[in-house]
């Protein structure tokens, strides 16, 4: 899904909430985008309505749609709500149109489906997924916020790929789950390596150093295939992948690591 690196542009770059760093203007979200993309990160995630547009946009100023890989979630716009993080709604066919006009483009490359206990109403949303594949515009689709319980359920010819689920140095729970998927022979893509920020300011010190050994903690993971990270600043891109080329923890930093999660865990 991401050619060049294992990391992923995280949706929550593009919007005020959820960060614990300023939002980022037009000029700086184009930046940004330009960046990834010149650093091989391809793979832009969007969940909320709010980061399609977003990212619709600054890919239309760019020119860059055909070097991106899109993924988006079933978050959508609600009235009277505008402004909010709605929860997710289950995907009905009339919710395609408005995501490609959301993302002023004419396809999709990773169509995320929220999980949830309603087995049939899940089971129609793969259908429509599948039936979006056969016509050429999704590329691939993936389960988001899975468990294990889900991997068992899918049925015969299901057009899933991929799972997402947060999954980092302080959550781990997610590894079940990842587990079942690779033995499935489905790809695993890690969510909130810095749990969207807040945990680097409850840890303290050096937030570089800090983000440094979380994110290469998670990209080592073996069954981490791909890494959705938000960035807000273009700079923090080559900052990212420097660290994933770092590569393991060393023994010392793993007790640093472990220090952290002893002492905030």
């Known amino acids: 899904m991401s050619d060049g690196s294992k990391l992923g542009l995280g949706g929550h770059s593009f919007i005020e909430p959820l960060g ?22 391809h793979l832009l995630d969007t969940t909320y309505y709010q980061e399609r547009v977003a990212l619709g946009n600054v890919l239309h100023e760019l020119g860059r749609r055909e070097e991106a890989q899109i993924m988006v979630w079933n978050f959508f716009r609600q009235p009277e709500q505008e402004d909010d ?14 995501i490609l006009q959301e993302l002023r483009t004419d396809r999709l490359d990773v169509l995320v489906v929220h999980v949830h206990a ?10 429509l997924a ?11 689709v993936a389960l988001g916020m899975i468990e294990p319980e889900y ?11 991929a799972v997402l689920a947060p999954y980092n ?6 590894a079940a789950a990842f587990e079942r998927a690779r033995a499935l022979g489905l790809r695993c893509i890690a ?17 570089a150093h800090v983000s440094d050994l979380l994110l290469r903690w998670v990209t080592e993971q ?3 295939d791909t890494v959705i990270v938000s960035m807000r600043r273009a700079t923090w891109v080559a900052a990212n992948r420097a660290s994933e080329r770092r590569g393991a923890l060393s023994d010392e930093e793993q007790r640093k690591l472990q220090g952290w999660l002893t002492r905030i865990g």
Not at 22 to 33: G, K, M, N, T
Not at 191 to 207: A, Q, V
Request: with cysteine; charged share 30%.
């Open 118 to 127: 309603d087995r049939e109403k899940l089971g129609h949303e793969l259908d």
């Open 130 to 140: 599948r039936g979006w594949m056969d016509s050429g515009a999704v590329g691939s």
């Open 151 to 161: 991997l068992d359920d899918l049925p015969e010819g299901h057009p899933v790929s």
């Open 222 to 224: 073996e069954l981490v």
């Open 169 to 174: 140095a302080f959550n781990r729970e997610a």
């Open 191 to 207: 969510l909130s390596p810095f749990i969207r920020g807040w945990k680097l300011d409850e840890i303290g010190g050096d937030k």
């Open 20 to 41: 614990n760093d300023p939002p980022a203007s037009f000029e700086e979200q184009c930046a940004l985008v330009s960046a990834c993309l010149d650093h091989g990160i």
């Open 85 to 98: 993080l709605v929860p997710f709604t289950p995907y009905e066919p009339n919710h395609f149109d408005t």
